[in-house]
T-cell receptor, first 114, second 112 residues
């Protein structure tokens, strides 16, 4: 079945530690996105990527980094510079950035501070 | 509905009733709108979308209505079932960019 796989489902970060969240899709989508969701809130865009080896900052990119070395993969690193990392992180993908197509989501990674 | 702080607006209905979930959007230039359903601990699931050149679109048991005059979007769910219990988000996309802007969501609870 085609879909978006995020791992791990739960992740714990220690002070000063960088952690990486995985996102893989086999939908042959061009664009991929990372969102952050806080309790009772909508989704806020962290980074997005239209094509391999290219990505842009979203609304809340500070303290995060990404790479897009393969079309299928878009890992997110939460760095120690992100002082409030506890949240639910969602990865999404879609066919093209400017077309009117829905984004499809993975089932998220919940990140907590130890 | 409107959301205030961290408290989601809620809608409670009886099984078999019809549900209407409302969303006010902000950008008059938005040309594409989506409704998502999010169950606890899962990612948002696409339900239905509508382009700005339409005012109504129907799916299986769901209908989306778009009123561009007052910038209002609604999702109607017919014969609501317990499995429909979830948080429902609307999202809008501007005509000149990629970005989806999400509402804060409405919690739908279906009572058996």
């Amino acid at each position: 079945d085609g879909g978006i796989t995020q791992s791990p489902k739960y992740l714990f970060r220690k002070e000063g530690q960088n952690v990486t969240l995985s996102c893989e899709q086999n939908l042959n989508h061009d664009a991929m996105y990372w969102y952050r969701q806080d309790p009772g809130q909508g989704l806020r865009l962290i980074y997005y990527s239209q094509i391999v080896n290219d990505f842009q900052k979203g609304d809340i990119a500070e303290g995060y980094s990404v790479s897009r070395e393969k079309k299928e993969s878009f890992p997110l690193t939460v760095t120690s510079a992100q002082k409030n990392p506890t949240a639910f992180y969602l990865c999404a993908s879609s066919y093209r950035e400017y077309s009117n197509q829905p984004q499809h989501f993975g089932d998220g990674t919940r990140l907590s501070i130890l | 509905g409107e959301s205030v702080g961290l408290h989601l607006p809620t809608l409670s209905v009886q099984e078999g009733d019809n549900s209407i979930i409302n969303c006010a959007y902000s950008n008059s230039a938005s040309d594409y709108f989506i409704w998502y359903k999010q169950e606890s601990g899962k990612g948002p699931q696409f339900i239905i979308d509508i382009r700005s050149n339409m005012d109504k679109r129907q799916g299986q048991r769901v209908t989306v209505l778009l009123n561009k005059t007052v910038k209002h979007l609604s999702l109607q769910i017919a014969a609501t079932q317990p499995g429909d219990s979830a948080v429902y988000f609307c999202a809008e996309k501007g005509s000149s960019n990629y970005k989806l802007t999400f509402g804060k969501g409405t919690l739908l609870t279906v009572n058996p």
